[in-house]
């Protein structure tokens, strides 16, 4: 059951914020946030785990509703640097190791 | 250190012939994953091993797929009489723990059949 992401693309100006979700229908254990820029690999940002504990990427937080099995990556004061298709993976339970990963949000940031 | 590794980093077949991907994770990572990625979308999870046993091949497409991690450190995925819609970059990724640990994706192979 593949994640469904939202929006699909956005266009910022330097210094702007945005916020990109991750929505499941199933009960989540863990949500992973990754970068990819065209013809790169993807780049870990974040874990979001079941029961709220968060690692990751100093500049950019994100947030796990369980009720919604929702997570929102929040990206402030964008820089030229973080352009680039941002993607979720989810895992159902602990044991897991198989990433299910949602469509990505194309993420453009202009001077 | 050195991150993943992936070779051949292109790899251009004709319809039929068996094709080898090579995977080398990172030094000491527990655990190993292959992925496939179509322009435009996510990665597509196909199968992960934990040490040397695989753990979940519910991904691979059918039987033409198969993976192999002998000593717990390089891995090769395998796809026998290729076909034109195997054409995709395949991802290998690691992770220092055990899964769900943080993955580190690999630059990948792009595979093309014609």
């Known amino acids: 059951q593949q994640p469904v992401q939202s929006p699909q693309a956005v266009i910022l100006r330097e210094g702007e914020d945005a916020v990109i979700n991750c929505s499941s229908s199933?009960?989540?254990?863990?949500v992973h946030w990754y970068r990819q820029k065209h013809g790169e690999a993807p780049v870990f940002l974040m874990i979001?785990?079941?029961?709220?504990e968060q690692k990751g990427h100093e500049k950019i937080s994100a947030s796990f509703n369980e009720k919604k099995q929702q997570s929102s990556l929040y990206l402030t004061a964008s820089q030229l640097s973080y352009s680039g298709t941002y993607f979720c993976g989810t895992l159902l339970r602990a044991s897991q190791g198989n990433l299910i990963f949602g469509k990505g949000t194309k993420l453009s940031v202009k001077p | 250190g050195a991150g993943v590794s992936q070779s051949p980093r292109y790899k251009v077949t004709k319809r039929g012939q068996d094709v080898a991907l090579r995977c080398d994770p990172i030094s000491g990572h527990v655990s190993l994953y292959w992925y496939r990625q179509a322009l435009g979308q996510g990665p597509e999870f196909l199968t992960y091993f934990n040490y040397e046993a695989q753990q979940d091949k519910s991904g691979l497409p059918n039987d033409r797929f198969s993976a192999e991690r002998p000593e717990g450190s390089i891995s090769t995925l395998t796809i026998q009489r290729t076909e034109q819609r195997d054409s995709a970059m395949y991802r290998c990724?690691?992770?220092?723990?055990?899964?769900?640990?943080?993955?580190?994706f690999g630059p990948g192979t792009r595979l093309t059949v014609l």
């Open positions: 990724a690691s992770s220092r723990g055990l899964a769900p640990d943080t993955q580190y």
């Open positions: 199933k009960a989540l254990y863990s």
């Open positions: 979001l785990l079941k029961g709220g």
